[in-house]
């Protein structure tokens, strides 16, 4: 038994959830924050057998998309203290990370 924690995008939750749920997968949904972008995340959590993880991980590959997106990060003036200017930065998201971890030992309640 293996125990796959997939952590993906807010945008791409609905739709691999919905996915793995068509294919006959439980799935455990937590509701995460990134430390970067202190954006939205969602963590999934997917119990399945060893001959099974290669198609978990295809339909997560399949639906998150790396994508760009433009954020204001704010710079300090370096002449004024305290005086933050926003300025466009482009930066990729989307994609995800997944840890897929060996179950030594699986109860069902």
């Known amino acids: 038994m293996k125990l796959i924690i997939a952590i993906v995008n807010d945008e791409d939750a609905i739709d691999v959830i919905d996915l793995l749920n068509e294919k ?3 799935v455990t949904k937590l509701a995460t924050t990134g ?3 202190k954006s ?3 963590t999934l959590m997917i119990g399945v057998d060893e001959d099974k993880v290669e198609i978990v991980l ?6 998150c998309r790396t994508r760009h997106q433009v954020i204001t990060n ?3 003036l370096s002449t004024t203290t305290g005086v933050y200017v926003p300025y466009p930065v482009d930066i990729e998201v989307g994609g995800a990370t997944i840890f897929v ?6 109860i069902k309640i």
């Open 24 to 26: 006959g997968f439980r």
């Open 35 to 37: 430390g970067f972008l």
């Open 40 to 42: 939205g995340n969602t």
């Open 58 to 63: 295809g339909i997560v590959e399949e639906t």
């Open 74 to 76: 704010p710079s300090p």
């Open 101 to 106: 971890v060996d179950v030594d030992q699986f």
